[in-house]
């Protein structure tokens, strides 16, 4: 009498079966208990399985990972739940960053084991309330295979060559108000011209036909001559370690970088992880903070995550000994200035270089 | 059995009822005869228990029906355009209010197929209701409305969405149906030749109120004032004055049995008026139009038109000068505005 | 009718579940964040004003291209019967429920140098995003206008004709203003997804550009600038709600004049000239609908310039480290997320509708415009805000899988509702009266007139979540958990991610997406009821 009713009574029964095996099949690795530590990261963050395993055989603490967006948006998530917090450690907070975090009180103190190895430039906070765990220096990236090829002028040396004509219409760099390495960028502006000068110099790169992509996936991954099969830029603010990369994601086909990075163009960036505040398991989060300075996660950094371990001891791979030059002089800011200036700083750039 | 005591339904400021009595005896067939809008239907749902009412009461052999819902009154209503159940087919529409009452499934095939029967719809038991033409979809609202056994029928317009041959043929099948069944009914229509050849007892209504009660011949041979004679189509009244010989109107002085003196209004009736050579009043033929076995005369008399109906070989020509005889009883007088 | 109880209970479980998973979140963000200052800021000091200057005028400009693409298919739709009909009224409606991030990747794709319009030298701005976002609503305006066209009687045309008017202003004066009230309800639906448009924006538009959406995400999530952020989420929702009281009221009215219009298909095969004018219409949306669709699906089977289907067979290994899962199991959770979604949305959904559709008055159309607010409302308020306030026992729900589907569900019902509620208000109220009296208590009387009626509205209503489910993005980005992401979480996921692989993946997993939807609406298409007012 009535065709459609049994149909829909399948549809149904076929939802909630398969609603039923999601919820019972993710939900059965949802649950807390002492031994498990909750870190909350950023999207980009790796670790060798065998690491975080190797972790839990050490310490009894299972790892249960938190990636919340970018670096940006799980800061700012865990900054939101401060006071209830659905993590017990952070990883991934810069030192662009780092002011935000530690003037809201995000962390608590905690001197790890070991800190006292890691070089003093990289401990920013006085109060040990963050630990560095990695860093790595943004810097504009050239394409080998495209300057001085084809009548094409030689690579940039310098920021300042950056606006000269010759090299109209070849960068590509990122938004300061959406992504990490575009604000880095614009910090190494600020650096390296003064709070003065920097904005002179962003209307020189402007009227030179710089473009701005909202992410680093665009710049590179699109626009990049050297990364996509389309690009139509050699020139664009990446990182340092990008020529190690370059060999590595090639898997065999190159054996030396076509990627290559401008002197005098790399800011630092460092990375940190602290205990969270109200943490419900803040015994496992200060081992996993221990753990993550020990020699055996510092060497699995630089493959994963494609930066350096602040542990001078660790021992790099190959490919970035020979490869991954870090820069002699990266160019640097106080955590303390970028905190306080970043806003403004960003809606003078917006200003300057997109209205 | 049935009585509506003082109903009143409001609506806003407005009475859709407003203080009617009705009472339907065992096995009596009332009609409710209203233009439409005159609160007939929403008294009909009031009956039903659809629609509350704000005062006055509805009983039941006595019983007040007030706190008893629609579902459990068993009082059957066949709505006008029928709102048959278009997601069930034929079977599936009459066997309804047998599943309500959880009638088992072999009764209940074993009953819709002889109301289905008794409409004289057997065949077309699985046909989609959207498939029937309106005096089989009229069939089928009957049927189901019946198959539940009511203790009071009602019926709301129901041969208003008809063509002719249906209505009469349908009329005829509901006569023998309420005789047979001996349901009390309340018939609601708003065409008084449906009325008066169906019902026991005729109610008129007129803006929520009920103007006239009584059995058929009664309301039309003495319609309660000049509104209800012109809705059931008599020609409209005319002013009159009452002198000693009768009443006298712009086409003479008629003789009827009037006491007193005074302005007054005269309705004719139909039949009041007819050709006879030895009548006194002189009239010449203006119109005259074929109707079957009739013809409608118009004749002027002097005064406002005068129109009846004679046997169509009688008829006169256009022109003609033809004589009338007055029916006494057939000259209606009201008092004036 | 079931008694005050029953009313109240009815319109309490859709009141409480919105209350508790948008009206709370979303008040606890703004309430806690918004300032004075901030408002100041956004007006005054930081020249933000420009941003909603822009939203509307991209707005206004998007939907009068929507209307001038999508009218001349919703004409060949409603008015002639050609092969395939159905399915081309089914392929319209693909793109309408695709995630963004599928679509902004195609456009991304046809742009980009090398691809097939790369000689417009779209490859990133306004010009970009408005193709995409009409892309995007071309559905909305051939399936609303269109479903309206189809069911106006095109006697009334012939009695203009008869009357003496032209062809042409046959059209301006019978046909237009009859159309009037539906082009007005589809233009402002598209208005409102293009007002709050997102991910079109923010992977299309060049960061010069942005709508109000994208500038609360980047001032909420990349600034942290929560005060200058929640001043903008509260003048995006002042506007939407402006909006959507408009549109309810409107869809009440013409409730009303629904009953008028003949409900027959009044379609026929075109003659002479008229095949070549529905050829050239079916052609032109064709191409403009299927060209980016078919790229994406070619791309997915190209991994570094050469023919594969690597990318596919990559989604089934364990291996990726890109998600922790493999990229098939996002497929199932998807379908699970999508399939309780769904059944939340048809609930709580169908309760609204039974209330809305039953009195219409005020309490009932604020309850609507409160129903629709999750389609105006940023993904970034909702799901900062659950952050906010589902924090505390019995609803620290924060880090539970089950926050997906409840979140993907509050996007899914005003879907729901739009489907359902016409569907119950076209029912005769003497239906519901004729069951009453053959004895059928109340609640049965639902059970036996109104569900199986509006059972196909529900129908449709289900499959609409499901696919909005399967697609959404923004929400879903904040409350999905690395352990069970869904597809677009993956794409979006396999796009961030360097090498030739993983662009191919995310372009098989949108294929895969795309396929999985495009079969949902299909689906819809067989049962859907032809009625008015819905998408």
């Known amino acids: 009498m009535n065709r459609s009713r049994p149909v829909l009574a399948a549809v149904f029964v076929l939802g909630a079966a398969l609603a039923g095996g999601a919820c019972s099949g993710s939900g059965s690795g949802s649950k807390a208990s002492s031994k498990t530590v909750v870190l909350m990261t950023h999207d980009s963050f790796k670790a060798s399985p065998a690491v975080l395993a190797q972790f839990t055989r050490e310490t009894g603490y299972k790892v249960k990972l938190l990636k919340s967006g970018d670096a940006g948006k799980a800061l700012s998530e ?3 739940v401060k006071d209830h917090p659905v993590a017990d450690a952070l990883f991934g907070v810069d030192n662009t960053f780092l002011g935000r975090a530690l003037d809201n009180g995000l962390f608590s103190e905690y001197a790890a084991k070991g800190i006292e190895n890691v070089p003093a430039r990289f401990r920013l906070d006085p109060k040990q309330r963050v630990t560095p765990i990695d860093h790595g220096d943004v810097c504009v990236n050239d394409d080998l295979a495209w300057f001085g090829h084809d009548g094409h002028p030689p690579a940039p040396e310098s920021l300042s060559d950056l606006a000269e004509p010759a090299y109209r219409k070849l960068l590509v760099v990122e938004n300061p108000a959406s992504s990490s390495p575009g604000l880095a960028f614009v910090l190494a502006t600020i650096a390296a011209f003064g709070e003065n000068g920097w904005h ?114 660790a021992l790099l791979p190959p490919v970035f000994t020979k490869y991954a030059v870090p820069p002699a002089r990266p160019l640097a800011l106080s955590a303390r200035v970028i905190g306080s200036h970043r806003t403004d700083w960003i809606d003078e750039w917006t200003r300057i270089v997109l209205q | 059995m049935l009585a509506v005591e003082r109903a009143l339904v409001r609506f806003g400021t407005a009475s859709a009822v407003d203080g009617v009595d009705l009472e339907v005896g065992a096995g009596e067939t009332v009609a409710v005869l209203g233009p439409s809008g005159c609160g007939k239907t929403t008294l009909l749902r009031a009956i039903a228990g659809l629609q509350p009412l704000d005062a006055g009461q509805v009983t039941w052999n006595g019983d007040d029906l007030a706190g008893v819902p629609a579902h459990r009154r068993r009082f059957g209503l066949m709505f006008q355009e029928y709102a048959l159940f278009p997601h069930r087919d034929v079977g599936g529409n009459v066997a309804f209010g047998l599943r309500m009452a959880g009638v088992n499934r072999t009764e209940r095939d074993r009953r819709v197929g002889e109301v289905l029967d008794l409409v004289g719809l057997g065949a077309l038991r699985d046909r989609r209701v959207a498939q029937l033409s309106g005096g089989e979809q009229q069939r089928v609202a009957l049927a189901r409305t019946l198959a539940v056994e009511p203790r009071l029928l009602m019926l709301d317009e129901p041969l208003g969405a008809l063509d002719r041959p249906w209505r009469e043929r349908l009329l005829g099948e509901f006569r023998e149906l309420l005789d047979r069944t001996g349901l009390p009914a309340i018939y609601v229509t708003h065409d008084h030749d449906e009325a008066f050849a169906l019902a026991d007892r005729v109610v008129v209504m007129r803006a929520g109120r ?79 139009s074929f109707a079957g076995e009739h013809a409608d005369l118009e004749v002027d008399a002097g005064g406002p038109a005068i129109r009846l109906r004679v046997p169509y070989r009688d008829a006169p020509d256009v022109g003609d000068i033809v004589a009338l005889a007055v029916e006494p009883d057939g000259v209606l007088v009201y008092p004036a505005d | 009718m079931s008694g005050r109880a029953g009313r109240v209970l009815r319109a309490a479980i859709p009141l409480g579940f919105l209350g508790v998973f948008f009206v709370w979140p979303v008040a606890a963000i703004i309430g806690r ?166 991910g079109v924006v923010l992977l299309l538009a060049d960061p010069a550009h942005a709508t109000l959406e994208v500038e609360i995400y980047r001032q909420g999530v990349q600034l942290f600038d929560l005060p200058v952020a929640a001043a903008l989420a509260l003048v995006q929702m002042v506007g939407v709600v402006a909006l959507l009281a408009t549109m309810a009221r409107m869809q009440e009215r013409r409730a009303v004049t629904q009953r008028l219009v003949a409900a027959r298909d009044a379609a026929r095969r075109p003659r002479g000239g008229e095949r070549w004018v529905v050829a050239g219409v079916l052609g032109a949306t064709t191409l403009f609908l299927g060209g980016p669709l078919v790229v994406l699906a070619g791309e997915s089977v190209r991994v570094g310039g050469s023919w594969s289907l690597a990318a596919y067979r990559a989604l089934g290994s364990a291996s990726t480290d890109t998600l922790f899962v493999p990229a098939s199991d996002a497929l199932v959770n998807s379908l699970g997320f999508a399939a309780l979604a769904a059944c939340i949305a048809v609930v709580v959904g169908g309760l609204a509708s039974v209330v809305i559709a039953s009195r219409p008055g ?121 352990d069970s992401p869904t597809i677009p979480i993956a794409i979006s996921r396999f796009l961030a991610r360097p090498g030739a692989l993983n662009v191919g993946q995310a372009m098989a997993m949108s294929t895969i997406l795309m396929v999985v939807t495009g079969a949902v609406v299909l689906a819809i298409e067989q049962v859907r009821v032809r009625q008015l007012g819905e998408l």
């Open chain 1, 200 to 313: 002179d110099y962003w209307q020189q790169l402007r009227k030179n036909g710089v473009r701005v992509d909202d992410g680093w996936e665009q710049a590179y991954e699109s626009d990049f001559t050297a990364a996509g099969v389309s690009g139509d830029r050699p020139l664009v603010v990446s990182y340092a370690t990008d020529p190690a990369a370059d060999v590595v994601f090639s898997e065999g086909k190159k054996k030396v970088p076509t990627v290559g990075v401008v002197p005098g163009t790399c800011f630092g960036q460092i990375e940190f992880a602290g205990v969270l505040e109200h943490a419900k398991n803040p015994a496992g989060a200060r081992a996993l903070i221990d753990f993550m300075l020990t020699r055996r996660f510092q060497q699995d950094v630089p493959l994963q995550m494609y930066v350096y371990p602040v542990l001078p001891k």
């Open chain 1, 78 to 80: 865990a900054l939101l």
């Open chain 3, 362 to 482: 005020r309490a009932t159309r604020a309850m609507d415009t409160l129903l629709m607010l999750p389609l105006g409302t940023s993904a970034v308020t909702v799901g900062f805000g659950f952050l906010v306030a589902l924090d505390r026992w019995p609803l620290d729900l924060r880090a539970k899988t089950i926050l997906v589907p409840i979140a993907q569900s509050v996007v899914a019902i005003p879907f729901v509702v739009r489907a359902v509620v016409p569907a119950i208000r076209s029912i005769d109220p003497r239906l519901r009266d004729a069951a009453a009296l053959l004895g059928a208590p109340p609640r049965r009387v639902w059970r036996e007139v109104d569900l199986p009626i509006a059972l196909r509205a529900f129908t449709v209503g289900f499959g609409f979540a499901i696919a909005v489910s399967l697609g959404e993005f923004g929400a879903t980005l904040f409350v999905a958990r690395p």
């Open chain 3, 33 to 198: 964040s918004l300032t004075a200052g901030a408002l100041h800021d956004v007006f005054v000091d930081r020249g933000l004003r420009h941003v909603a200057w822009f939203t509307l005028w991209q707005a206004v400009a998007a939907t009068g291209l929507t209307l001038a693409v999508g009218l001349p298919a919703a004409y060949v739709v409603a008015r002639y019967e050609f092969p395939g009909r159905r399915l081309f009224r089914a392929f319209v409606t693909v793109p309408f429920v695709l995630p963004t991030v599928v679509v902004a990747t195609a456009f991304l794709v046809l742009f980009r140098p090398g691809g097939a319009l790369s000689f417009l030298g779209w490859q990133r701005g306004v010009a970009p995003m408005m193709v995409a976002e009409v892309f995007f609503n071309v559905a909305v305006v051939v399936r609303m206008v269109g479903g309206f066209w189809s069911n106006l009687d095109p006697h009334r045309t012939d009695a203009a004709r008869v009357l003496g008017a032209s062809r042409g202003r046959a059209f301006r004066e019978v046909t237009l203003p009859l159309l009037g009230p539906a082009i007005m309800a589809a233009a402002s639906i598209v208005f409102l997804f293009t007002f709050t448009a997102f």
């Open chain 2, 210 to 288: 009920v103007v006239q009660a009584g059995p058929p011949a009664d309301v039309w041979s003495r319609p309660a004032d000049p509104w209800t004679a012109a809705f059931l189509g008599f020609a409209p009244p005319v002013p009159a004055r009452c002198t000693a010989g009768g009443v006298e109107t712009p086409w003479g002085v008629l003789p009827v049995g009037v006491s007193g003196d005074g302005r007054v209004q005269v309705v004719l009736r139909p039949d009041a008026l007819r050709l006879d050579p030895s009548g006194p009043i002189a009239a010449k033929v203006s119109r005259c």
